[in-house]
């Protein structure tokens, strides 16, 4: 079987397609996947797309870049790329599988028409990430005859997903995400008095909720907020905000595999605070999807705390694998917080349960085989 994975992202030089999936979690997903469908034995490859078309040689995960430019680049940060070459639309033959990672893209109609145009055998699937830009499919799509009329099938990584277009479209079992566990598992390093969030810094997670929480708690661990800065005000904010409250916090940005391993691994908790309205209002109706930090915490045996949004009570079991809190109760969040910091018998049975959990649900390899699933189902 051969699929092409297409990711609807801009890459504008080498060194952001070198270091690719470092870049976000959604970013990590589509890398990973691909490599993992063909340790499984699939012909799989990833498609990104920038200002001139190049291939690499890469045997692990063979990545096409299709010649395109970044729609509203302003606005979307270089997703939403818009080809520019018909060997954009040669590259889908041969394909027995396109899985689209982006539901918001406006990829999704130009591939909804061409696979449709094709040939009957040539699927497409959708995946979606989150991701909020401003594109015409995200405008479009809400009516619900346009996801009767497209020729696609959708993927969906939690239950919670895609929930809304059951009734116009198949939606097929979750694929849910995935971990390295040979990469993310604990390092023998003393656990410290500290509290990690790693992710997107912006207002829909939920950041300043935790800071709060943790200038509540007597014996006050240290906080560490690393990850890229998506909104500079909000960023702005969180630092003037530790200030206010006296929290020792630490913003190292966007870090290493192995520095964020060795943070996992000398941590007291991993949390996760997203909400659905954001420090300004704004109503984030899929805030998280997945959740991969969560996955990749608990995989190290640190113990997780998230708000009980999106698909993350389909990720955490609560008080078997994590806990989970309603989102913005930074009460709740301050107890969670304190049970984990001074409990040590509570901490390491999260701590193995987490672990086994990600062991037994949550590889590449699980997620390249529930794809499978989905492909084959589809081409039947």
Not at 239 to 250: H, I, P, T, W, Y
Not at 292 to 311: D, F, K
């Amino acid at each position: 079987m051969k699929i092409l994975n297409i990711y609807p992202r801009f890459v504008d030089n080498t060194r952001t397609l070198k270091d690719f999936e470092k870049k976000g979690g959604a970013e990590r997903f589509v890398v990973n996947l691909c490599r993992a469908q063909r340790e499984i034995g699939l012909d799989s490859s990833l498609m990104l797309f920038g200002p001139r078309e190049s291939m690499t040689d890469d045997p692990i995960k063979p990545t096409l870049v299709a010649k395109s430019f970044p729609l509203i680049y302003s606005i979307n940060s270089g997703f939403d790329p818009i080809p520019t070459d018909i060997r954009f639309s040669r590259a889908l033959d041969g394909n027995d599988i396109v899985h689209l990672h982006g539901f918001g893209a406006d990829l999704l109609g130009l591939l909804s028409f061409l696979t449709r145009l094709k040939n009957k055998r040539l699927k497409l699937l959708v995946t979606d990430y989150g991701w909020n830009g401003l594109t015409l499919i995200r405008i479009l799509r809400k009516l619900p005859v346009l996801s009767r009329l497209g020729n696609f099938q959708l993927l969906p990584l939690t239950r919670f997903s895609f929930s809304r277009y059951r009734a116009y479209v198949k939606v097929y079992d979750p694929i849910y995400g995935g971990v390295d566990t040979k990469f993310f598992r604990p390092v023998d390093i003393k656990r410290r008095n500290s509290v990690i969030f790693s992710g997107r810094i912006a207002p829909h997670k939920g950041i300043e909720n935790l800071v709060k929480a943790v200038s509540q708690i007597q014996r006050m661990p240290d906080l560490i907020i690393t990850g890229p800065v998506i909104d500079h005000n909000y960023y702005s904010f969180l630092r003037d905000l530790v200030k206010k409250v006296s929290v020792n916090a630490d913003f190292p940005g966007p870090i290493s595999d192995d520095q964020l391993v060795r943070y996992y691994s000398s941590s007291m908790a991993l949390v996760l605070p997203s909400v659905y309205f954001d420090m300004y209002g704004k109503y984030h109706p899929q805030p998280e999807l997945f959740g991969l930090v969560l996955a990749e915490a608990m995989a190290c045996q640190l113990p997780v705390i998230a708000s009980r949004v999106g698909g993350i009570p389909e990720i955490i079991r609560n008080g078997v694998t994590g806990f989970l809190t309603e989102p913005g109760n930074v009460s709740e969040l301050r107890d969670k917080l304190e049970l984990l910091l001074d409990d040590p018998t509570t901490r390491e049975a999260l701590g193995l349960a987490g672990r086994q959990e990600v062991l037994e649900k949550f590889t590449w390899h699980h997620v390249a085989r529930r794809c499978l699933v989905a492909y084959e189902d589809a081409l039947s």
